[in-house]
């Protein structure tokens, strides 16, 4: 019993003790390893995020809450950035270069919503129109911060003005005859009551009658200023319906325009086409560009004229309001419960075949010959009435007619129409240097400066304008220049005359209102900008409002 040997230390050891430590080593390795397995996948899963987020055409940028960047792709970077990193700076400063928000800032108000804002901003730092979203990210009601998208649509919008220009262009084509028409009988009226007043004053003509009256002197007078109103009232209005301008929109009224373009098309379209008009004139005002309304109008009834094939013409137009309850819901489908100004014009043309009516409104659809038309007339009228807000709904029958019929919402405010009230021309002491390069539109402004007061230096010429300044620049008080002059422009002289005369006030006029911007007038130092031909009672007040604006500095 004695004879057993013990057991060594080692011999008496739990194994599993043993083993612990290659244990624990073996699952550190294999904790590391899959550490390092989820440290690859991550890196795998950022750089595929990071090509997906790059491969993203559209500039997009992650914002945070106070608009700093904290990541931009790759189209980002390029448009903002010139390829470099764009963290921690301020989108402002990237798409305005500005040091605030911009004016029109695409971030939704209700940021915890998560509502999208979508937008059209135009960008005149980087040069470029954008469509852009811009979303809030939202967790447990946090706003952790944005996801802003811009979508350059700079030449989608450069096309589209271009294509509305054209379309303006083919309308005019087709109005030329009736304009001109209209300038012979204006030319007409003043022409002959000018000849009545030459041939009847005493001593001009021997043969004629010289006892002209005072009442008769002013009768001819009155009409001449009337027909000439005429004439200026029509050049206003082919000059804003053929000019490239951006969308200026304000609650008017369009029964003046309206009826102005019905006169229009009287003296334009054949005597065999009746023009009856049905015009509300208590119609709701509308916010709108009062020139897109005219071109819609314009081109829709020139539309309707062209469809009428025989001798029985007619072409019926209509301008009321419509609250647009349950029969106006059922009939236009597209309406909302509104009050809304309604147009229509309605024709008993030839009309358009059924299979044809879904196709009208695509761009360059046309169911004219080649060298016709461009096709892009009721593709840009669509375009203009959707951007009002409004809808156009059409009906025709082949061989029965086309009814068009445009709806837009009623202006929420309507402000009250200023009355022209009548007044007393202001009189003046100061002295004024005009300057026209036309001898007789100096010597007939000079006249009628002077019977309000003023003693004038008369110029024809920049240069000569420029050396009154030089030499008599103390005693002059106000500079009317006009804008388009031989050797240099208006804005040139303006130019010329701050660097003699730094706070010297000008008045630039011109017979073109799209020839000089805002930005470049404030830059010339132009005070006031006033359109050809000008008007002498609104002459008198702007000098008077322009001088006494000057003494209050």
Not at 195 to 218: H, V
Not at 462 to 478: N, Q
Request: proline residues 5%; charged residues 25%; hydrophobic residues 35%.
């Amino acid at each position: 019993m004695f004879g057993k040997k013990k057991k060594s230390i080692h011999q008496t050891s739990n194994p599993d003790i043993t083993a612990a430590p290659q244990r624990a080593s073996r699952e550190l390795e294999r904790e590391t390893e899959s550490h390092r397995q989820t440290l690859r996948a991550l890196r795998q899963t950022e750089r595929e995020w990071q090509r997906t987020f790059d491969a993203i055409k559209d500039p997009v940028i992650i914002l945070s809450p106070d608009l700093k960047v904290r990541k931009g792709n790759a189209a980002a970077k390029k448009l903002l950035g010139g390829g470099k990193p764009l963290e921690g700076k301020y989108c402002y400063e990237l798409f305005a270069g500005s040091k605030e928000t911009c004016r029109i800032c695409p971030v939704p108000e209700s940021s915890t919503s998560g509502d999208m804002q979508e937008q059209e901003v135009e960008h005149r730092y980087l040069g470029r129109t954008f469509h852009v979203n811009c979303a809030p990210i939202v967790e447990d009601g946090q706003l952790l911060g944005y996801a802003y998208t811009a979508k350059d649509i700079t030449l989608q919008r450069t096309l589209e003005k271009q294509l509305i220009q054209a379309q303006k262009m083919e309308a005019i084509a087709t109005l030329a005859g009736g304009i001109a028409h209209d300038f012979n009988n204006i030319l007409g009226a003043i022409l002959g009551n000018t000849d009545l007043l030459l041939y009847r004053l005493p001593g001009k003509n021997n043969d004629g009658d010289p006892t002209l009256t005072l009442p008769e002197i002013t009768q001819h007078l009155q009409a001449i200023k009337k027909a000439a109103n005429r004439a200026k009232d029509l050049v206003s209005q082919i000059l804003a319906f053929s000019r490239q301008s951006a969308s200026r929109r304000k609650n008017v009224s369009i029964v003046p325009a309206i009826k102005e373009a019905i006169k229009l098309l009287r003296s334009s379209l054949p005597a065999t086409i009746e023009i009856k008009a049905d015009i509300d004139p208590d119609v709701c005002r509308i916010h709108a560009d009062l020139t897109q309304i005219h071109q819609v109008f314009m081109n829709l009834c020139t539309n309707a004229a062209q469809a009428i094939d025989h001798e029985e013409g007619r072409l019926e137009i209509t301008l009321r309001n419509v609250d647009a309850g349950p029969d106006e819901l059922q009939r236009y489908p597209d309406l909302r419960p509104d009050r809304y100004l309604m147009l229509q014009v309605k024709d008993n043309g030839h009309g358009i075949p059924a299979d044809l009516l879904e196709r009208i409104f695509d761009p360059f659809f046309t169911t004219r010959e080649v060298g016709e038309g461009t096709g892009m007339g009721l593709a840009v009228i669509h375009g203009i009435v959707t951007s009002h807000d409004g809808i156009i709904d059409v009906r025709s029958r082949e061989g029965k007619g086309s009814e068009f019929t445009v709806f837009i919402p009623c202006a929420a405010e309507e402000s009250e129409a200023q009355d022209d009230v009548v007044v007393a021309l202001p009189l003046g002491k100061e002295t004024i240097l005009f300057v026209d390069d036309e001898e007789e539109i100096v010597a007939m402004r000079t006249r009628m400066l002077q019977y309000l007061g003023y003693t004038v230096l008369p110029a024809t010429s920049p240069e000569r304008a420029l050396e009154y300044v030089r030499t008599e620049g103390e005693r002059i008080d106000l500079v009317i220049t006009d804008q388009t002059m031989p050797r240099m422009t208006g804005l040139h002289l303006a130019r010329e005359i701050h660097k003699l005369q730094p706070e010297m006030p000008i008045i630039l006029c011109s017979g073109f209102s799209e020839a000089v911007t805002p930005d470049e007038a404030r830059n010339a130092g132009i005070s006031t900008f006033l359109m050809k031909p000008l008007d002498m009672r609104l002459l008198a007040q702007t000098i008077r409002k322009t001088v006494n604006s000057r003494r209050k500095e």
